[in-house]
Structures are given as C-alpha cells and as structure tokens.
C-alpha cells in the first residue's frame, strides 16, 4: 500500500527565514512520482512539482528547492527567505499507477 | 480556457437527500478524480477514471457513485447523504497517468454541508 506522510501539521516562521518541509513516503512500486501542491487561502490546489522515482537530483525554482532521497523515501521541500505570500497548506503526493494519493498536508504560516 | 469546472460550487443537504456534483474538464483528459477534503486529512480519493465509461474505487468510495458517459464530464453522486459527508470535494484530471504520471489539474472546489 502507498502511504504519504507529513508529519509537520502546523509551521510557523517570521518573514525572510528558511523553513523546510518534510515529507516520507512509501510504496512498493519501482516507478512512481512524487509531486507538491500549494493551497493558499483562497482554497485553489496549485501544483509545485513533479519528480519521478528515477531522477533524484535536487531541484531549484527561485527560492524553493526540493531534496529527494530514495534511501530515506523522502522528498523534502525548501522555501528560502520566506515571505507572507508564502502562508498555505502544502501537500506531498505520491503516484505509483493511476491513483494519486496525498499526504495530510502542512500548514505554514508566515508572519511580517 | 476553463480547465476544470465544479458545479455546484456549495450546497446544503438534509440528511439521507441525494445529490450530483458535476465536473467538466476541457483539456481532452483521459483521467478523471474525485477527492474529498476534511481538515487534518488532506485530500483523499473518492473514484476515479482512466477514460471514457470506466471507473474505479478509491481510498473511500463507500456513499458515493460516479459515472464517466462522456470523455469531458465526471460525475459524482451521493445517494443518501450523510453528515459524514460534509466535506470539501474537488474534482480533477490529468493528461497521463501509470508509468508517465502528470500532475493533476483541480477544480475549484465544492462545499457540500449535510445537516
């Protein structure tokens, strides 16, 4: 069975640190896809990312950057130099087939 | 362009009426979604479809029926609603899945209440 966890419910940091966002997976499969999703306040999924299981070089988008490791099933997500607009739920999720399924979700706040 | 469009987008039921939620898609997308919202748990798979006229069972499929008639629609329905299913439901689709998975597309969302 594929499992997606996020164990960070609630993140709370000040405008201009760093904060990283943690998620583990697991699945049987030997190809699968790992993806990020941003929900602001507005309620709209947004998505971030998209990593298969055979690329785990890290990836960098401005002033996010993802850190994928196979050896520990984790796909952690890094913003840099956080900023108010960064406030959201994000969400880990994990495709091994036809079904994508998500992790609980992490709520950051970012405060001015 | 439109993407994914949810109708209707709220509604309140009383407990053990039926309903429909309706999603259409304009992207020609082979997979459709239904997801649920409930605060804590994340998103969590209703059903789903890999085309036209099929549909499977997802992580939680008791309560609820879809269909797939045509390509650009997915429906979801709730034959006897139940508080339990008051929830946020959002629909989706993607223009691959199994070994070359994309991302998925969402709807806005709907927010269904039973009392």
């Known amino acids: 069975a594929q499992k997606v966890t996020q164990a960070q419910t609630e993140i709370s940091v000040v405008e201009k640190e760093d904060v990283t966002l943690d998620c583990v997976y697991e699945t049987r499969d030997t190809t699968y896809y790992l993806f990020w999703y941003k929900q602001p306040p507005s309620g709209e999924l947004v998505f971030l990312i998209r990593r298969n299981s055979f690329d785990e070089q890290n990836e960098i988008s401005g002033r996010y950057s993802w850190n994928f490791q196979k050896s520990t099933s984790s796909f952690n997500f890094t913003i840099t130099a956080s900023q108010v607009v960064d406030s959201a739920v994000y969400f880990c999720?994990?495709?091994?087939?036809?079904?994508?399924?998500f992790g609980a979700g992490t709520r950051l706040f970012v405060k001015a | 362009n439109a993407g994914v469009t949810q109708t209707p987008k709220f509604r309140v039921l009383k407990t053990g009426q039926s309903m429909t939620l309706l999603c259409a898609q304009d992207?020609?997308?082979?997979?459709m979604y239904w997801y649920r919202q409930d605060p804590g748990m994340g998103l969590r798979l209703i059903h789903y479809?890999?085309?036209?006229?099929?549909?499977a069972k997802g992580e939680v499929p008791d309560g609820y029926n879809v269909s797939r008639l045509k390509k650009q629609n997915f429906l979801l329905g709730l034959e006897s609603a139940a508080p339990s299913q008051t929830s946020v439901y959002f629909c989706?689709?993607?223009?691959?899945?199994?070994?070359?998975?994309?991302?998925?597309?969402f709807g806005e969302g709907s927010r269904l209440t039973v009392l």
């Open positions: 992207m020609n997308h082979e997979y």
């Open positions: 999720a994990l495709s091994g087939g036809f079904k994508t399924i």
């Open positions: 479809s890999v085309g036209e006229g099929t549909t």
């Open positions: 989706a689709s993607s223009y691959s899945a199994g070994v070359n998975t994309g991302e998925l597309f």
